[in-house]
């Protein structure tokens, strides 16, 4: 979660050799770079790209990486990020594994993006624990590794508890941005998380148990997107909406309903509708709103107890500690 200091959350990414790049570019994408986006445009996060070498060929040696840090940089990381590469049946080094180790050892927070679990099980992180990794490696990745209980039909995994050696594993390339804006999200708000996600023209909301890959990405004719439907709904989150009133707005079954969600977007109407909530009271609070009852009615989440279930169940915090955490802060707005 978000520090107590004014110091910058530190960020670590462990560029090995082969290495995929757009991993290593959604790393410096979300944590790298002062936001012109928010109202004050200041660093979020600190990065820090870490070598084992001095030069390190990425890419399928298509190009090679300089001017990074040592691997020793990870021991000041507040977040470690392990993107994935080609060659995951290839042993890590044991350099790279040893400050896999390490930083976990003390508590901080592990990432891996797409393969880069390989490297986090081959360290002996995963035992036991839940984890993901691309769909096309599961195979493979459970017959290196079966004692990580694998899930290899989501985007992201989330395991562990604060302070304790939280490790997250993206499912892909794609799904290391859902992780990442899901990490802005609990680092900073929901507010900011979304600013974020705007400028990157990307979802700002994908919960980590929907799936992989959609059965069809580009709907045929007729047109079945859920696009206009979603945008609908987005505007009347206040209001009591069912999957009921969501099929009869597009026209089908619920049945038909159902699995178009499922299809295109991996999860289900009712989840969808109960994160939009979620992200809707959230930032509500961050705004400054006080009263449960009155976020909790705007937010279509009808009752001060479901909004405390729900926030919690989201962000690990009652309301009131997301307030204190993510609330205004002597009037000041971060995001314009």
């Keep these: 979660m978000a520090q107590e200091s004014s110091q910058p959350h530190r960020v670590a990414v462990i560029v090995d050799e082969g290495t995929n790049p757009f991993e290593v570019g959604v790393a410096t994408e979300l944590f790298g770079l002062p936001r012109p986006e928010l109202a004050r445009p200041v660093p979020l996060y600190r990065v820090t790209l870490c070598t084992p070498t001095r030069a390190v060929r990425m890419n399928h040696g298509f190009f090679t990486l300089t001017g990074t840090a040592g691997l020793d940089a990870v021991d000041e990381a507040d977040t470690l990020v392990v993107p994935g590469r080609p060659d995951n049946v290839v042993p ?26 390989f490297a986090l099980a081959e360290a002996g992180l995963l035992d036991g624990r839940r984890a993901t990794t691309h769909w096309m490696w599961a195979e493979a990745f459970r017959e290196l590794h079966p004692r990580v209980r694998l899930e290899p039909d989501v985007l992201f995994v989330d395991e562990g508890r604060i302070g304790e050696g939280r490790i997250l594993t993206a499912a892909g390339s794609a799904a290391a941005l859902d992780l990442g804006l899901y990490l802005v999200r609990q680092d900073h708000g929901a507010e900011i998380a979304n600013a974020v996600s705007r400028r990157l ?105 479901n909004l405390r279930a729900r926030v919690r169940r989201e962000t690990g915090l009652s309301p009131s500690a997301y307030r204190r955490r993510f609330g205004p802060r002597g009037g000041e707005a971060l995001v314009s």
């Design 201 to 305: 023209v990307f979802a700002a909301h994908r919960d980590g148990g929907q799936r992989q890959f959609v059965e069809r990405p580009v709907p045929e004719v007729p047109d079945e997107s859920l696009g206009p439907l979603l945008a609908w709904a987005q505007e009347r989150l206040g209001e009591p909406l069912t999957v009921a009133e969501l099929a009869a707005r597009a026209a089908v079954s619920p049945a038909t309903l159902h699995r178009r969600f499922r299809t295109q977007l991996g999860t289900t109407p009712l989840a969808w509708l109960t994160g939009e909530r979620v992200a809707l009271a959230c930032r509500l609070i961050e705004r400054g709103e006080e009263r449960l009852d009155v976020v909790a009615a705007r937010s279509g989440l009808g009752t001060a107890a």
């Design 92 to 117: 890590r080094g044991d350099d790279v594994l040893d400050a896999v180790r390490r930083t976990h050892a003390r508590g901080a927070r592990v990432v891996s993006f797409c393969t880069g679990s």
